[in-house]
């Protein structure tokens, strides 16, 4: 296997912070990016500007919400799946997965659900069961798997700075919660938590009441890894300085190294 920087990234609107994606791009240079929350029809996705800074990629984008791409540096992804199985009544563009630098990676934007409780958290939950149910036949593969993106699941009490201010939010609720456990308890290895077992990490600061310059941030954007990839990580972090740039996404940049042989 190559020696591969993996990330995933919540561009919360690729048309405003393309400005950002691309330095972000030129200056840490991820061979794979999964992008999320793209806000942008298929035919205003910018392949020509992402081209020109040595990135191919693929899409599945959604005016105004939602959407999802996976880029690759220097390389082409090769779409493998666009959408969950089960899904023929969905229409949300929440999927999108791809052989890359010889990897497979499945990109994904898992619903927000609030609020709760209603049809939003009864759609997150009716998702992630598709998900949970996919996701094993991934686990299972010989060949290595990435599961990347925006899960919007706080997993526990450390990954937010104060679990009592969000209460009642969808990301926190003890079924969304179960979901998350689950995926893992089929083999999954989450990748930052692996590698940091006791430190507060955050990939997602909102906007409201200084958050970020507070660090009052949340972790819910998650790589996970099945046996086949765990076996090759090597490092993993959070490219916090994108979330100070003016005009940000409310979420950071979280990435995975694998390395080119085998750690464990």
């Given at each position: 296997?190559?020696?591969?920087?993996?990330?995933?990234?919540?561009?919360?609107?690729?048309?405003?912070?393309?400005?950002?994606?691309?330095?972000?791009?030129?200056?840490?240079?991820?061979d794979i990016?999964?992008?999320?929350?793209?806000?942008?029809?298929?035919?205003?996705?910018?392949?020509?500007e992402l081209e020109s800074v040595g990135y191919g990629a693929i899409w599945?984008?959604?005016?105004?919400?939602?959407?999802?791409?996976?880029?690759?540096?220097?390389?082409?992804?090769?779409?493998s799946r666009r959408g969950l199985p089960g899904?023929?009544?969905?229409?949300?563009?929440?999927?999108?997965?791809?052989?890359?630098?010889g990897v497979l990676v499945g990109c994904l934007y898992l619903?927000?659900?609030?609020?709760?409780?209603?049809?939003?958290?009864?759609?997150?939950?009716?998702?992630?069961?598709?998900?949970?149910?996919?996701?094993?036949?991934?686990?299972?593969?010989?060949?290595?798997?990435?599961?990347?993106?925006?899960y919007n699941v706080v997993p526990t009490d450390d990954d937010i700075y104060n679990p009592r201010s969000w209460l009642k939010d969808a990301l926190l609720q003890p079924e969304s919660r179960a979901c998350y456990q689950r995926l893992l308890d089929q083999g999954w290895t989450d990748s930052l938590r692996h590698l940091y077992p006791d430190e507060r990490i955050y990939t997602f600061w909102d906007y409201f009441r200084q958050h970020w310059q507070k660090n009052s941030g949340l972790r819910i954007d998650h790589l996970l890894l099945n046996p086949a990839a765990s076996a090759y990580l090597?490092?993993?972090?959070?490219?916090?300085?994108?979330?100070?740039?003016?005009?940000?996404?409310?979420?950071?940049?979280?990435?995975?190294?694998?390395a080119s042989r085998k750690r464990r």
């Open positions: 296997m190559k020696n591969l920087r993996i990330a995933t990234f919540n561009i919360n609107g690729i048309r405003a912070r393309l400005p950002n994606l691309l330095e972000w791009l030129e200056r840490e240079k991820p990016v999964c992008l999320q929350e793209l806000k942008a029809a298929d035919k205003d996705f910018p392949a020509a599945h984008g959604q005016a105004s919400w939602n959407g999802v791409a996976i880029l690759a540096r220097d390389a082409q992804p090769l779409e899904g023929d009544d969905d229409s949300h563009s929440r999927y999108l997965e791809a052989a890359v630098h619903p927000n659900g609030n609020p709760q409780p209603g049809p939003k958290f009864d759609y997150k939950l009716a998702w992630f069961e598709r998900l949970i149910e996919y996701a094993q036949g991934l686990q299972a593969s010989d060949h290595p798997v990435v599961l990347a993106g925006d090597s490092e993993a972090g959070v490219d916090a300085w994108v979330r100070n740039q003016p005009h940000p996404s409310d979420h950071a940049p979280t990435w995975i190294r694998l």
